[in-house]
């Protein structure tokens, strides 16, 4: 009997071994997919289809990338907090972009429906409505600068950003962007983002084209096994010895993009610079950031007392004639912040628009055919070769990006649009320029350079 009991004790006990095996085996692999789903998300897969690259048409004007006026529909569901409001008081609470008479009428139009069907401004919204506004989207202009693909494999994209272009839509930016270029011109879609640079920052910028090399490349970021370098010119004598910055860095507001040093809540970060030359008034500096901060080296240069020389954030009269050196306090930042926002000249560098003064609809309506009629005047060689870049390394489909010819100008113009009222200067190359570059990344087997930007050869 004993001997029976202690074979039935020993099966069962195999019996547990073998769920408890099971158990951890499913929670392994759980682990494993929600860590993959986390480099998915992180990395983020650009793909755009076609008919989108087909919402509009760029052209080049004066050196810069510009693009048509076209219409857009932005889609949402009910959010909780506007169920049981009237759709016209959603709009004039929450979107205050344009006046309430715009949205009235916009509704009256159609351009603003509810689960697709034109309603009146006084429907009450209930949860899951479906809610489809109709815009006419009036996008910044760009640097013409090319995109340069550095390297061009089946697993990653390399490329020479120019100053200006922001990485993904974001914003009033939406074809004039790296993934929307790339797509458009090259036809490299379904894209990894591995890291980003500011806007108005140029260099490399990476992506990789299959989901295992972004996990391989995000685990290097993640693992601080990339080297950055960068290069910027700084205002005034930089020191001729290496200087080494850990100060710990907050972001004060992400609405316009302001950080500080802060030593009691700002995150851990090192940058190391050193000085290439000095011209009398500014410095050639190389900066290696060993982390990835938000604005870490710009941030970095102003409280050494050496900011960018044409940084429109941190090298704003705003921060008194010490531009920040040293740290400032609670209450500077919240008069900064406030300046900042009032200053049209960051706010309009950051955006990318340049407000001249507003007209009347029938003077816009004639400044804007004259501008079309110029367009259309412009040689179409350099169109190509400013849009496009190398002709040999774009697709013929790319081509039709490109506007050489527009004979519909009406379809750029809309009655009830408060941007087609507006006329606005086109921004100049310094005001599309910041003096930060990403000269090159390496990682455990691989290296990626540009060349020096024009004002680091100076």
């Known amino acids: 009997m004993a001997d029976v009991e202690e074979r039935l004790s020993n099966v069962v006990n195999v019996a547990e071994s073998k769920r408890a095996a099971k158990r951890k085996a499913n929670q392994a692999t759980k682990k494993q997919q929600k860590k993959v789903l986390k480099v998915e998300k992180n990395t983020k897969s650009a793909g755009f289809d076609k008919e989108i690259f087909l919402e509009t048409k760029c052209f080049v004007k004066n050196g810069l990338r510009c693009v048509h006026p076209y219409f857009f529909t932005f889609t949402t569901y009910c959010k909780g907090r506007w169920v049981g409001h009237s759709l016209i008081d959603v709009f004039k609470e929450e979107f205050r972009s344009e006046t309430q008479e715009y949205y009235e009428k916009a509704i009256k139009a159609g351009k603003i429906t509810v689960n697709g069907e034109v309603t009146s401004q006084i429907r009450i919204l209930k949860d899951n409505d479906v809610i489809r506004n109709k815009v006419h989207r009036h996008e910044p202009p760009v640097t013409g600068n090319p995109l340069k693909i550095i390297a061009l494999t089946d697993e990653i994209v390399v490329l020479d ?107 851990p970060c090192r940058t190391v610079f050193k000085r290439l030359n000095y011209d009398g008034k500014t410095s050639i500096v190389k900066s290696v950031p060993h982390t990835g901060r938000m604005h870490q080296i710009r941030v970095h240069l102003q409280w050494l007392g050496y900011p960018i020389v044409n940084d429109p954030i941190y090298n704003h009269q705003s921060w008194g004639p010490l531009r920040g050196r040293g740290g400032v306090s609670d209450r500077l930042v919240r008069q900064v912040i406030a300046e900042l926002v009032k200053s049209s000249n960051i706010i309009n560098a950051e955006s990318g628009t340049f407000r001249e003064e507003d007209l009347s609809r029938q003077h816009q309506q004639n400044s804007s055919n004259m501008k079309h009629e110029a367009v259309t005047n412009i040689e179409n060689e350099s169109l190509r070769r400013h849009c496009t870049g190398n002709k040999d390394s774009v697709s013929a489909e790319s081509q039709s990006c490109i506007d050489n010819e527009e004979k519909n100008t009406e379809l750029y113009y809309d009655d009830d649009c408060s941007e087609c009222q507006i ?14 570059h990403a000269l090159s990344y390496k990682g455990p087997d691989w290296e990626f350079k540009t060349d020096l930007p024009s004002w680091a050869k100076e």
Do not use: W
Not at 205 to 213: E, G, H, V, Y
């Open 161 to 267: 950003k120019p100053s200006s272009i922001p990485v993904h839509p974001c914003g009033r930016y939406r074809h004039n962007t790296v993934v929307f270029l790339l797509g458009k011109e090259f036809g490299l879609t379904n894209l990894f983002t591995i890291h980003r640079i500011d806007r108005l920052t140029s260099g490399i910028l990476m992506f990789a084209r299959t989901l295992s090399k972004a996990q391989e490349l995000e685990s290097q970021v993640r693992n601080r096994q990339i080297e950055k370098e960068y290069i910027c010119r700084v205002q005034g004598e930089f020191p001729s010895e290496e200087v080494v910055c850990e100060e710990p860095i907050k972001v004060v507001t992400h609405k316009i993009g302001v950080c500080r040093v802060c030593t009691s809540e700002g995150k």
């Open 423 to 436: 006329q606005r200067r086109d921004p100049t190359s310094d005001e599309l320029t910041m003096c930060l």
